[in-house]
Nanobody
């Protein structure tokens, strides 16, 4: 089992920045991939980006060059640095971890609101 706890959400004006953190506990040695998903009201949950244990990252097209994922394996923590935020980025952001057996674990989510 893996437990994930997100932090760092909040409200920001368009053009602002936020950094989300996700701390993993439990069977962390089994985690292969960590990532961030988001779900806006009335929309399906979508992958924002993910990162392998070796640091290879993958991003949703609409956030490329604005959002950056990093991972500190020693601290069992993944980060999502979000820059140049837009109202369309408003959503609940969920941390995800996938283990070697392709089992997914989820955090409870953190709200990000971008509004003037």
């Amino acid at each position: 089992q893996v437990q994930l706890v997100e932090s760092g959400g909040g409200s920001v004006q368009p053009g602002g920045s936020l950094r989300l953190s996700c701390v993993a506990t439990g069977s962390i040695e089994e985690i292969r991939l960590m990532g961030w998903y988001r779900q806006a009201p009335g929309k399906q949950r979508e992958l924002v980006g993910d990162i392998t244990r070796n640091g290879v990252a993958n991003y949703l097209n609409s956030v490329k060059c604005r959002f950056f994922i990093s991972r500190d394996n020693a601290k069992n923590t993944a980060y999502l640095q979000m820059n140049s935020l837009e109202p369309a980025d408003t959503a609940v952001y969920y941390c995800n971890a996938r283990n070697l057996d392709e089992v997914n674990y989820w955090g409870k989510g953190t709200q990000v609101t971008v509004s003037s």
